[in-house]
């Protein structure tokens, strides 16, 4: 036994992501999931953290005009 639920992982994949069989096989399992959103990380950087991270490490120098 596999430990994938291929008719499950079949379906999200023909109706959720509209994927033709041949797309669908040709894919790797890793690939399908990650499609799939699995081990998705968190949200990207929003505005707030990359100005304290500009301000942490400016673009310029302090004595450059």
Request: glycine share 10%.
């Given at each position: 036994m596999?430990?994938?639920?291929?008719?499950d992982?079949?379906r999200a994949?023909?109706?959720g992501?509209?994927?033709?069989p041949?797309?669908f096989?040709?894919l790797?399992?890793a690939?399908?999931?990650l499609?799939?959103?699995?081990?998705a990380s968190?949200?990207?950087?929003g505005?707030?953290r990359?100005?304290?991270?500009?301000?942490?490490?400016?673009?310029?120098m302090?004595?450059?005009t």
């Amino acid at each position: 036994m596999s430990g994938f639920d291929w008719p499950d992982l079949m379906r999200a994949g023909f109706c959720g992501l509209g994927l033709q069989p041949a797309q669908f096989w040709q894919l790797t399992p890793a690939e399908l999931l990650l499609m799939l959103g699995e081990g998705a990380s968190d949200a990207p950087m929003g505005r707030a953290r990359l100005e304290e991270l500009a301000k942490v490490y400016p673009d310029k120098m302090e004595n450059e005009t």
